[in-house]
């Protein structure tokens, strides 16, 4: 019953994708493939929410959308940005239906549960199965619901037989470690718990642990120079059954070569020093051996290197790094002076039809800019350079290099523009500058939306990437536990 349900999406989006199909596409919408076919459909749902008025804040949103894009007509701006919002919602929903779908199938399939009551058991060492049961009566009523635990099958005795029958003959090799054969062992050896592969518990029963640790790390010291044969007792233990695996190795002390010797010797000189002046303050060193001369000195972990070259790369880096850093400021000055340009623009433009010569409204912005400076706000490069004019014009210089220099400060075409602007209209009236400084202002507030929508588009495409790992996240969240019921 459940699965008509989640086919009830499906279905719409089938029914829509048939009726939609008489629904023409503009040609400027560069969409392919299953896209298209998606876009399509949303345009047609758009169509008959536009038609019987069902489509909320419109009025809002078709404002917002011709002011970012005013060279479009509005109706297709509209309809373009609720095709791609009805087409997002409808992928998600198909997706979603069919994920429920098959998560559905998996769940009542894929169960624990076959032939009515039959549950498998895990292989022999694969641990035992835990699930939570529901059972009903013949009318359907819960009885209640349990939480069942399932052993992993177990081995009947003659098959451990045959099982440890193999593991022994596996365990011989195993426990050699780096030696060729328990016959000649000169080697530490490798006292397993366990065989890969078979479901024995391997506990180990050694007759001269002086010689031979639990492990089958060889204690040399106590190897008499003949050699030594141990017996090793391996027990197995398995659903309550244990066998038993004796084998006798024979650890013989391996020839060693001059340094080594040379090590064993002066070790024995050392504990032999150690022994003597257990009462003493200190222990001497041996300074003699083989009529050579021994000099000590304590091992110490000299790090020095490691920091000159940690230091060395870190300046490098800093080095670089800085060469960033600066760049991200300039990057930071230039943002802030085409964030500031609009309304630099429009202020002039007010104060000039006020009637205000441009000397004097730039005097006029740069004690406002202090005043509002006093007050807490923060500083503004624009400002800052305007400010700078204002002291230049102050100290006796020229406008028209003034206006030159602020403009080269403060670089960029849009303050180029406005210095060259400035110093050729010094001699042409307000008149004429009134209305080139209004043409620049409109350019300006169009360059500023502009700005604007590339960064929201940019915006857009980070979030993509966290929106996909999210989605990918949801999925995993959904598809795991159907998995682990198998």
Known sequence: MIVIVYLIIPAVVLALGIMSQKTKIPWEINETGISKVFYRISLYV?????????????RKVRTQLTTLNKEQAAD????????????????????????????????????????????????????ALATTLIANDENGDVLGEFNVTIDEKL??????????????????????????????VTENLNLIRKVEGYPFDISWKIDDQDVCKYDGEIDWDYVPEKGKV????????????????????????????????VQKEIKTLIE????KSRYDDQMALPLE?????????????????????ILLIAGAASFVLKDKELAKQIEKRNEGLLKDYPGLVSQMVLYLGAGMTMRNIIGKLSENYVAKLKAGQEKSFAYEELLRTTRELAAGKSESDAYEEFGYRCGGQQYTRLSTLLSQNLRKGNSE??????????????????????????????????????????????????????
Request: with cysteine; charged share 25%; net charge neutral.
């Open 433 to 486: 500058l009134l209305r080139l400084l209004n043409e620049e202002a409109r350019k300006s507030q169009e360059d500023r939306l502009d700005r604007a929508r590339k960064a929201g588009e940019e915006a857009g495409t980070k979030l993509l990437l966290p929106m996909m790992l999210m989605l990918m996240i949801v999925m995993i969240i959904i598809m795991i536990p159907a998995y682990m019921t198998f």
């Open 155 to 184: 081995y009947t005795k003659e098959e451990a037989q045959n099982l440890f029958e193999e593991a022994s003959a596996k365990l011989e090799t195993t426990i050699l470690g780096q030696n060729e054969s328990l016959e000649k």
């Open 76 to 127: 297709k701006l509209e309809a373009d940005y609720y095709a791609q919002k009805i087409s997002v919602v409808l992928i998600l929903s198909l997706c979603g239906s069919l994920l429920a779908i098959l998560l559905h199938f998996q769940t009542v399939f894929g169960g624990v549960i076959h032939d009515g009551n039959l549950i498998d058991r895990k292989a022999p060492g694969e641990g």
């Open 289 to 309: 051996y083989d009529n050579s001369r021994i000099t000590w000195k304590e091992k110490e972990e000299d790090n020095s290197i490691t920091l000159l070259f």
């Open 230 to 261: 141990i017996t090793l007792t391996a027990t197995y233990k398995y659903n309550g059954n244990t066998w038993e695996q004796v084998l006798y190795a024979n650890v013989v002390h391996r020839k060693l070569t001059a340094v080594e010797i």
């Open 272 to 275: 032999r020093s150690n022994n």
């Open 46 to 58: 758009y169509g008959i929410l536009k038609n019987r008025k069902k489509i909320y804040s419109a």
